[in-house]
């Protein structure tokens, strides 16, 4: 059996994944890889702290050079997070020729492009499987898979945290802040849940499945990003009567080559897979001109799930022979380019909710203005008064321009009778 | 551009999806691929039949040593079906040293083991994603992205004429034989569905899906099998009293080294994915002890879905460098040795329907019967009387060994009581 050493940069929840699998799974995955893997060294920051598994601590090291200048080591994991140091490391890795594995979302959304173009010059494998959805093989799904197709749609539930959230709000009736309370106890929230909650998360996840399935470097100010804190309790209820759910949806389209990206919350019809996606599972739907839709569902996180992806993506190098100087050339990024649509110019279903005053004619003003602005409704219920003679309105449009939308609702907004716009959803029934 | 020819063996309906991709989404392939295609040759029984779609008759040829002969033709892709004389081409290719793309599910079930061989001694590539579940990447999956893991379980709905028809019945109460017709009309189905209706063609394909995931060589006599002919609109019915659906079930299982290979009618929670998987679309649903539950969904048939798959596979060859001699060993398919698991010894929870003559003390005739071959029966439900005195029991077991349940229905079809043991369907509740 021919045998590899291996160096991972950082020990946290990947790191202990990747750790456990190879420990695990080390007969599978010498069989299916050939090569019996050792892990000579890693790079931690702390070499006594308390880990809560069984480490051997002389494989610990504070000093990145100890991997970097051992020839002997030919694959390097990359689980360590963030831009600074990771990407610095991983350069010197690509210089000297070793191959790279990582699950760092931010890096490959910032600074892809340039790693990629790196490891090409070098000749060296770049794998980076767990940066999206964590064990869903949907990054070598778009490489390898639909490569005969033109992706023409892309659908994506890529954070389990407001996934959890939007699942305890749906099923259990939980208002927003009760949920997010409950997936921190359960770990699927960080303290500071900004990342996850505000959707930033998955726009960078959506950045780099959008660059990979079109082909095109993306910058992530190009997708549009919206959280789920705005959405309520009574939202939930609504979008039942209307026979929908509400997912934090990240979506591309190419509308005749300019592409439109955006992540933000969405009704969808309960009758489509991806309304079934509960908890924290992610699930990517793609849609192209030949297989037609194609749905991936898994776990997206934690520590086993996404150190699957970690270690598949390296037996793919041992298995394009790590010795040969032929292996496969990096995907190119940048087979085509494309125009990027601004967000005014997306066409959507829209549900709105206003209050307003019960005061005679204000419903009529309020189609009225939509009217104006050339924003068809298709219903419109008004609910009995609260108190302080409040009402209010839920309408749902026709498919309309978001500019139109904006139009309307600055006009609306300036109503004395209008006391607030309390939420604006858009609404995809993946026509 | 580099170029490179390659020929097509058969133009039926999967041949014409894969002519259609490679004309429309030619910049697509190119740029993946880094090759321009040129179909050099097509073999057909007959070159003067209409055809339907614009091909210029040049191409077609009824004599397969002009592809054979021609040592420009460096990929051949078979989508003729069948073994015979499909296979005998495939391997005098294979010596030429063609690489190959395949879409036949009979010959790799059935004689995939010597063609793998034969490929890895000559040292072209072997590809045969198109063989299961249409445009799903399920063999990609497996064979590239869940290396990492060890399989514990697999289930699959992977035979969409089965699923259409289970759909029609159970969303608009048709019976079997009118959801049939409609899958005949809608051409789902075949003039003889034997192959579908039966489970055979579930069967080859659970085949090929286990010797994958469980790396170990599978006679198909292993696989058990029962088709669907004998599900009724009330089992449906009573299905869904108890909050589930039928649906045709592949299922793998690794029980301590034994696999039980199975295709048989299975009721499954409404609430599980797989139970919301309609129509004619596909599903294979994978446990792996380090990713957890992983789900892929798509079109199982179709001329551009299972097109996208060979056509995808192609490309794979091309970008693995075919002038190379290096090229990617063909995946290994006997790593393990495994034993298989006799039926008798499957265990699973049971739904049993039988019509007996409103007697006193039949039902605790029954019951008693039961419990003496050790099955533990969870409910028991008696519908009122039908004409002549019958009337219809449904029993749910708990968990049990399918001898036990053997065994008791033996004894209870001696029960002069008992008119007819209408039905036994097995329940996976996925625990």
């Known amino acids: ?19 456990k699998i190879l420990n695990s799974n080390r007969d599978e995955i010498m069989k299916r890889s050939g090569y019996e893997v050792e892990v000579s060294k890693i790079l931690v920051r702390n070499k006594n ?23 002997s080591i030919k694959i390097v994991i990359e689980v360590m997070g963030g831009i600074d140091p990771a990407k610095e490391y991983l350069v010197k ?8 594995v990582t699950a760092n979302k931010m890096l490959i959304a910032t600074q892809g492009d340039e790693l990629f173009k790196k ?25 390898e898979s639909l490569t005969a197709n033109k992706v023409e749609e892309m659908y994506g539930i890529i954070n389990g945290t407001t996934n959890y959230i939007l699942t305890k709000m749906e099923l259990e009736g939980l208002d927003f802040d009760d949920a997010l309370k409950e997936a921190q106890e359960m770990g699927y929230a960080e303290v500071d849940p900004t990342s996850d909650i505000e959707g930033y998360d998955a726009q960078y996840k959506l950045s780099i499945l959008s660059s990979l399935a079109f082909g095109t470097k993306i910058d992530i100010e190009n997708v549009y990003r919206e959280g789920i804190t705005n959405i309520k309790s009574i939202d939930m209820k609504y979008a039942r009567a209307f026979g ?6 990240a979506i591309v389209k190419d509308k005749n080559g300019k592409l439109e990206m955006r992540v933000h919350p969405t009704m969808i019809p309960k009758k489509h897979p991806l309304a079934n996606v509960y908890d924290s599972f992610n699930a ?4 192209g001109n030949a297989v037609g839709d194609l749905m991936f569902y898994g776990r997206g996180a934690g520590d086993l799930p996404t150190g699957s992806a970690v270690v598949s993506d390296m037996i793919t190098i041992l ?4 010795d040969l100087d032929n292996i496969n050339p990096v995907v190119k990024n940048n087979l085509w380019d494309k125009k990027f649509r601004d967000m005014r110019g997306v066409e959507s279903k829209y549900y709105i909710r206003i209050r307003v005053y019960d005061e005679p004619g204000v419903l009529g003003r309020i189609t009225t203005l939509f009217g104006e602005s050339g924003v068809s409704l298709r219903s419109v219920i008004q609910r009995g008064q609260e108190k302080d003679g409040v009402v209010t309105l839920v309408l749902i449009t026709h498919y309309t321009k978001e500019c139109q939308i904006i139009e309307a609702i600055d006009e609306i907004y300036e109503l004395i009778s209008v006391k607030k716009i309390d939420n604006i959803i858009r609404i995809e029934d993946f026509k």
């Open 1 to 19: 059996m021919k045998k590899v050493k291996i160096a991972l940069l950082g020990l946290g929840n990947v790191g202990r994944g990747v750790w």
């Open 49 to 71: 702290k308390e880990r809560g598994f069984e480490i051997d601590k002389d494989l610990l090291t504070i000093d990145f050079n100890e991997i970097l200048e051992d020839s």
């Open 93 to 100: 890795c690509i210089e000297r020729k070793k191959h790279i």
């Open 119 to 143: 490891a090409d010059e070098m000749g060296t494998m770049f794998q980076y499987e767990a940066s999206v959805a964590g064990g869903i093989p949907i990054i070598q799904g778009i490489n």
């Open 244 to 249: 929908m759910v509400i997912k934090l949806l």
């Open 284 to 287: 990517v739907l793609i849609k």
């Open 319 to 322: 298995k394009n022979n790590i």
